[in-house]
């Protein structure tokens, strides 16, 4: 990794250097666009709408627009304004953690000690996992003020920058204001629902099938030629259609839960029972995973046949 940012973390008297590095990254397959006729790249210019001629790029401003007049920021405006070049970042206060709204986090950042010593570094780290506490920041990343909240994961402190108040939408939907009555039964069920489903979050047991199978499609067509038909093979992962909304919530959770229930006794009854190590819960969506799975692998060799086929009609004509 290549640190994009250098500075140093601040609170009372206490200076600890550091590296700021990004801690997530974006492996979504990149596209553009083509002419369908020919393949040809699709170039985008910027034209005045008003001479119809290209612009270039040193001769654009910015402007603002409220929708009756437009003013515009030349550069020098730009660089009049009060730009935050501050290398450090500023402790404000520490908070309980559990005060830090999720819907409030945005980018995060791993931050890596830059001293001779990382003495500092490690005490201000146990010192956050000890008290439960996450420390509210603000720093200067590329000319804007952030806020931040800098807290532990594992043996590395992590910056994420927050979302300011007033960018987090209000939830005002008048259904939630509706009395609505849950009768104890029905949070049984739906409690006993909840748990045949329990287990422990291992986020690497989860991929992205969207952009495997588009990596997968891109591999075939670069080995077979451009024959490939994945008109059936994007077909055939759509979602079905649901039958509608469910009316009775009591019966749909006891379906849920005798249907859950017969699963897993299904499968542990069966020869290729799951390890005794593996929680029940687990089990239970094993025959969904399995058929997902089956499901996948017919789909690749639907497309691995469609193009020998279409080039051998070809060839016939």
Request: aromatic letters at 6%; glycine letters at 4%.
């Amino acid at each position: 990794m290549r640190a994009i940012w250098k500075g140093a973390l601040t609170f009372g008297l206490v200076n600890v250097p550091v590296k700021v590095y990004s801690a997530t990254e974006d492996h979504d397959v990149s596209l553009h666009q083509v002419h369908a006729k020919d393949g040809g790249r699709i170039r985008y210019q910027r034209v005045c709408e008003i001479d119809g001629e290209v612009v270039p790029y040193q001769d654009i401003d910015k402007a603002y627009d409220d929708g009756e007049k437009t003013v515009v920021l030349t550069k020098e405006d730009l660089a009049s304004l009060p730009s935050e070049k501050s290398r450090e970042i500023d402790v404000v206060e520490f908070v309980p953690s559990d005060q830090v709204d999720l819907l409030t986090l945005d980018k995060a950042y791993y931050l890596e000690p830059d001293s001779a010593s990382p003495k500092a570094y490690v005490l201000l780290r146990k010192t956050l996992e000890q008290t439960d506490r996450t420390a509210i920041v603000r720093f200067s990343l590329r000319q804007k003020t952030r806020l931040a909240a800098l807290r532990v994961r594992g043996d590395v402190l992590v910056l994420q920058t927050l979302l300011w108040a007033d960018e987090v939408r209000e939830a005002a939907f008048p259904a939630l204001d509706e009395t609505v009555r849950i009768s104890a039964k029905e949070l049984e069920l739906s409690a006993s629902l909840v748990e045949s489903f329990a287990s422990d979050f291992d986020p690497s047991e989860f991929t992205d099938e969207y952009q495997a199978e588009l990596r997968t499609l891109i591999d075939a067509k670069l080995e077979k030629g451009d024959a490939l038909d994945t008109s059936e093979t994007f077909g055939e992962h759509e979602e079905e259609e649901s039958g509608g909304e469910v009316i009775d919530l009591m019966a749909a959770l006891r379906a849920s839960v005798e249907r859950s229930r017969a699963a897993r006794e299904g499968k542990s009854s069966g020869t290729d029972a799951a390890p005794a190590s593996k929680p029940a819960a687990k089990t239970a969506t094993e025959p969904a995973a399995k058929k997902a799975a089956e499901k996948k692998s017919a789909s690749k060799k639907t497309a691995e046949k469609k193009p020998a086929a279409r080039k051998k009609t070809a060839k016939a004509s």
